[in-house]
């Protein structure tokens, strides 16, 4: 993990090396890409791997999710047996612990509540003559949600995703999980029930998104695919798109902890390392205004790394992307902050709602002490499905709206749409089109 000082480096080289690189641009490390190469027989881009599953799928239907299913989960499935299935539902909660699954429900409720407050409504106004304008909004139909099932199971996320769904009004929400062993997590199955998905489908990667959108013998088209994935699932979403809609284009997890000597330096350690255990390719930068707590973090992070599970995966990210800055003031690490656009963004200050005006570009900010990122990803309230790869800076959290459209309403009567018409004809024949005029002139009084 590399300590590195404004006054040093310049702030247009340290602003450089928050500038994340797109999503399609990360390369497969090497093993993977071997393993992709004894797979389909020669050595392919994650773009090129995904453009063949996705053709395959939206041509074959269930034989494609069955052929790569096969070949990439090692799990042999007939199309019968992708759906889970009640016994399956009740052999999760057997296998549950009861304690897990009381704060799985917990969270939910808390998770819905917040959810709940986000709906929009609704309107109509009334205006000149009697006319009337609106805004209809409306539930979609059907979606998609993706979760993860790698290098962990996230039952977090089937509750993040799922739950905005149901408070939108979605009459049918379908779910995607890769198996392993031919089996999904039972959290996961425990989660997806509290949370009111509707079916589960035990197919992942590429496959599962074609899947969704295109629809097969077996699984339904949907309208909408939300969710994380690996790189292949994220290109397979930018491949769909169109075809139906998408959340974002999400990347690796993020962090980014904005402190000043005020902030505790194993809080700010452990901190980093909640989203470096992720993955390889999750990024951990601490920005302050104080040397001593950058070299006390990096002592306290290498102290924590040592004891935990997954430390060489949290060790090879914070030595990929793992980043402490020194700047010269606060307000210049906020600055900082928001070319990173982070993922997740904490505030460990003294007075961290001071700065809170200042933050332009966060998927989530957490602020001060006692409002750790893993607070957001469990428990809050808050969605933790969020931008990633500074997309922040046009990109939303996942919300109720998400699940939802909008469509105009209005209603003239004749006497408004007479004290009007003249305009309106004006500005069709102005773009020479005569056919929108006469419409409205067949009408005049």
Not at 230 to 257: R, W
Request: some cysteine.
């Amino acid at each position: 993990m590399k300590i590195v000082n404004v006054k040093d480096m310049g702030i247009a080289a340290v602003e450089n090396l928050l500038k994340k690189p797109a999503f399609d641009q990360v390369e497969l490390n090497p093993r993977i890409r071997e393993a992709n190469k004894q797979l389909f027989g020669e050595d392919l881009t994650a773009a090129q791997i995904v453009d063949r599953i996705v053709g395959e799928v939206r041509l074959d239907g269930d034989a494609a999710v069955i052929k790569y299913t096969k070949l990439i989960d090692r799990t042999e499935f007939t199309p019968e047996e992708f759906l889970v299935t009640e016994a399956e539902y009740e052999a999760a909660y057997e296998e549950a612990d009861p304690e897990v699954v009381a704060s799985l429900k917990k969270a939910a409720e808390n998770v819905r509540q917040y959810h709940q407050e986000q709906k929009p409504n609704s309107w109509m106004t009334y205006r000149d003559h009697g006319s009337i304008l609106g805004q209809s909004v409306i539930p979609l139909d059907r979606v998609g949600i993706y979760v993860p099932g790698g290098t962990a199971a996230y039952p977090s996320s089937v509750i993040m995703n799922a739950m905005p769904a149901v408070v939108a009004g979605v009459r049918e929400i379908i779910m995607m999980v890769p198996p392993k062993n031919g089996k999904i997590n039972p959290y996961v199955l425990v989660a997806a029930k509290e949370a009111g998905v509707s079916k589960i489908f035990k197919i992942g990667g590429a496959q599962a998104i074609a899947a969704m959108a295109f629809g097969t013998e077996t699984i339904p088209r949907v309208d909408k695919i939300t969710g994380p994935g690996n790189i292949f699932v994220t290109l397979a979403k930018k491949a769909v798109y169109g075809h139906c809609d998408i959340d974002m284009l999400a990347g690796p997890s993020e962090i980014l902890i904005v402190a000043d000597k005020t902030a505790d330096p194993a809080y700010t350690a452990a901190d980093m390392l909640s989203q470096a255990e992720h993955d390889m390719l999750a990024s951990s930068i601490v920005i302050t205004d104080s040397a001593e707590l950058a070299g006390k973090v990096a002592e306290e992070a290498e102290k924590q790394l040592k004891k935990l599970p997954r430390e060489e995966i949290t060790r090879a990210s914070l030595d990929r992307n793992g980043l402490i800055i020194v700047t010269e003031d606060i307000m210049q690490a906020v600055e900082l902050a928001n070319v990173s656009a982070p993922e997740h963004m904490e505030i460990l200050t003294e007075q961290p709602f001071q700065l809170l005006p200042y933050v332009r570009h966060a998927g989530a900010v957490f602020l001060g002490a006692y409002s750790p990122e893993p607070l957001g990803d469990y428990f809050a309230g808050p969605n933790h499905v969020l931008p990633t790869g500074g997309t922040a800076r046009y990109y939303s959290v996942l919300n109720v709206e998400t699940f939802m459209k909008r469509t105009s309403i209005i209603s003239y009567t004749q006497a408004q749409l007479d004290a009007v018409s003249d305009d309106v004809i004006r500005l069709a024949e102005a773009e020479g089109l005569q056919a929108h005029a006469n419409a409205v002139r067949l009408r005049k009084l």
